[in-house]
């Protein structure tokens, strides 16, 4: 099933796994924009930091830089870390108008206040840029129109953390990085529970599990429990307004959601 994310005619026929796309991705960007060995070390030691208080998380130990370096290679230059293991899983969320609430509901609720969805080519060769994501800027930039809200105002954002290298794209494309700097922002902290914009903050793909059909949800889920303050130990200070973004293939499709605590 996961081969249909890939172009039946020059990838899936080649033997082509989803690992193996992103290594390729990953191989040109380091190439592109000089990254060194190490640049991406920084996705996963914050997943792993951030998966240890999540009690739903599969990896609950944070990691350290030389474990990173040692990790076994599974498509060069992607290694163990650098992608998210599969994983069994569910997730559910009730959608509903204020007005049917029952008088005890007692939780903080949440809107959501913005969506967009885009696709592209499934073939990355088809595509003008293969190294920037168009569907993760255009399905984010509709959702934040529809609020009227620019960057500054996103107190968190939830991508799709597969792989390493899909999670710096996503930073560049929605705008949070300029081109080849997305990684600079798990590099230098950035992407922290206390840094400039907190990414994963539940351990994100990596850390608490990849459910696949269900992964979107658990992003919204997750992004639910940050909203209401309720996330504990990986409580983002006063955050009221959440992006997730959930993708299809690499990026072949893309959905934002932007969630908002209603006061």
């Known amino acids: 099933a996961l081969a249909t994310a890939s172009d039946s005619d020059f990838e899936a026929v080649q033997g082509m796994t989803p690992a193996a796309q992103a290594a390729l991705l990953m191989k040109r960007y380091m190439h592109e924009y000089e990254v060194p060995a190490d640049g991406f070390s920084g996705f996963a030691l914050t997943a ?11 990896f609950r130990k944070a990691i350290k830089a030389e474990t990173y370096a040692k990790a076994e ?3 060069d230059p992607l290694n163990m870390f650098d992608m998210a293991p599969n994983a069994d899983g569910a997730a559910a969320l009730l ?29 990355l060769h088809d595509r003008k840029d293969t190294l920037y994501f168009d569907t993760a800027q255009l399905s984010a930039g509709r959702a934040m129109k529809q609020v ?13 953390d ?20 997305g990684w600079k922002l798990a590099a230098d902290g950035s992407i922290g529970i206390k840094g400039k914009i907190p990414c994963a903050t539940m351990g994100g793909m990596k850390a608490r599990g990849f459910p696949g059909g269900a992964a979107g ?4 889920v997750e992004a639910v429990i940050q909203l209401r303050g309720q996330a504990e130990a990986n409580q983002i200070k006063d955050a009221k307004f959440g992006l997730i973004q959930s ?4 990026a072949s499709t893309a959905v934002s959601h932007i969630l908002q605590r209603l006061d």
């Open 48 to 58: 792993h930091a951030n998966g240890v208080a999540n009690k739903n998380a599969m």
């Open 95 to 123: 959608l509903t108008r204020r007005d049917l609430l029952p008088s005890s509901f007692k939780n903080p609720l949440v809107k959501i206040a913005g969506s967009g969805a885009s696709s592209d080519t499934l073939a």
């Open 148 to 160: 009227g809200l620019t960057l500054d105002g996103i107190d968190f954002f939830e991508y799709h």
């Open 73 to 75: 290679m599974v498509s």
């Open 217 to 220: 949800v658990y992003q919204a």
């Open 162 to 181: 597969a792989f390493s290298i899909y999670a710096a794209i996503q930073l560049e494309a929605v705008g949070f990085a300029i081109k080849g700097k």
């Open 247 to 250: 993708l299809g293939g690499p």
